[in-house]
C-alpha cells in the first residue's frame, strides 16, 4: 500500500474513533439509562468516499475502551497489525504511530482537521454505537429492530442495520450505516460499523 494512502487510512479510521469517544455524554446519563459511560468495543470501520473524481476505500479494525473521562482506541490494520493508539480526555484528543511524534491537540475537532483536513461530527457518534441519536428536530432518538433510521441534527442519515441481540429489551446496535452527501470536498461519504463484541466496564 502506498505510504500516502496508508496514512490517509489511519487518519480516518482514528479520527472517526476519537471524534466517536469523545462526545458529550451528560446529557445522554441524564436522559437515557440504558446509555453507559463505561463500555468496551471491538469491531470494523469501512469507509468509501470520493474526492476530485476518485472513489477512495479503507478498512481497519478498532479496540475501543471507554471510562468516564478517557477514552483508548488502538487501530490495526486487516492484518491485526497496530498501526496507531489514541488517548482522549477532555482536555486533549492524542495519535500515536510508531517511530512517530505524537500528534496532540486540546479537542477532538482540531485533531481531525489536522490529521485528515477535514471534519468529522464530533457529537453524536458516540451515541450512535449504543444505539442513540438527536434527530433533525433536537429530539432524542432510540434506536430499535422497529424503528432503525433517522437523519441527524447534523445532516447524518443513520440506518441500524443489525443488533447484537433484536429481542432484548434495549437492543445494542451490531452494524450501523451512516451517509453524507457532501462534507467539505468530500462527496457521497459512506461509513459501516461493524461492532464484535460489546460489554459495560
Same mark, same amino acid.
Given at each position: 500500500m502506498p505510504i500516502t494512502r496508508r496514512l490517509s487510512l489511519l487518519a480516518l479510521s482514528a479520527a472517526f474513533i476519537t471524534l466517536a469517544g469523545c462526545a458529550t455524554t451528560s446529557t445522554n446519563v441524564a436522559t437515557v439509562g440504558a446509555y453507559r459511560d463505561s463500555i468496551d468495543l471491538d469491531g470494523r470501520l469501512s469507509v468509501n468516499y470520493q474526492k476530485s473524481g476518485n472513489r477512495e476505500s479503507m478498512t481497519v479494525?478498532?479496540?475501543?475502551?471507554?471510562?468516564? !473521562? %478517557?477514552?483508548? +482506541? =488502538?487501530? $490495526?490494520?486487516?492484518?491485526?497489525?497496530?498501526?496507531? @493508539?489514541?488517548?482522549?480526555?477532555?482536555?486533549?484528543?492524542?495519535?500515536?504511530?510508531? !517511530? %512517530?511524534?505524537? +500528534? =496532540?491537540? $486540546?479537542?477532538?475537532?482540531?485533531?481531525?482537521?489536522? @490529521?485528515?483536513?477535514?471534519?468529522?461530527?464530533?457529537?453524536?457518534?458516540?451515541?450512535?454505537?449504543?444505539?442513540?441519536?438527536?434527530? $433533525?428536530?433536537?429530539?432524542?432518538?432510540?434506536?430499535?429492530?422497529?424503528?432503525?433510521?433517522?437523519?441527524?441534527?447534523?445532516?447524518?442519515?443513520?440506518?441500524?442495520?443489525?443488533?447484537?441481540?433484536?429481542?432484548?429489551?434495549?437492543?445494542?446496535?451490531?452494524v450501523i450505516h451512516a451517509t453524507r452527501a457532501a462534507v467539505g470536498d468530500i462527496q457521497d461519504l459512506e461509513i459501516r460499523i461493524v461492532i464484535n463484541q460489546a460489554g459495560q466496564g
Open positions: 479494525n478498532f479496540d475501543w475502551a471507554q471510562r468516564p !473521562g %478517557r477514552v483508548d +482506541v =488502538t487501530i $490495526a490494520n486487516p492484518l491485526g497489525q497496530t498501526v496507531a @493508539t489514541i488517548e482522549v480526555t477532555p482536555q486533549s484528543a492524542t495519535l500515536t504511530q510508531a !517511530g %512517530r511524534a505524537p +500528534v =496532540t491537540e $486540546a479537542d477532538v475537532d482540531t485533531l481531525s482537521q489536522r @490529521t485528515l483536513g477535514w471534519p468529522l461530527p464530533v457529537s453524536g457518534l458516540r451515541d450512535w454505537l449504543q444505539g442513540y441519536a438527536v434527530d $433533525a428536530q433536537g429530539q432524542r432518538f432510540s434506536a430499535s429492530p422497529a424503528g432503525n433510521e433517522v437523519v441527524t441534527q447534523d445532516g447524518w442519515r443513520l440506518r441500524f442495520v443489525e443488533w447484537q441481540d433484536p429481542n432484548a429489551a434495549q437492543p445494542a446496535p451490531r
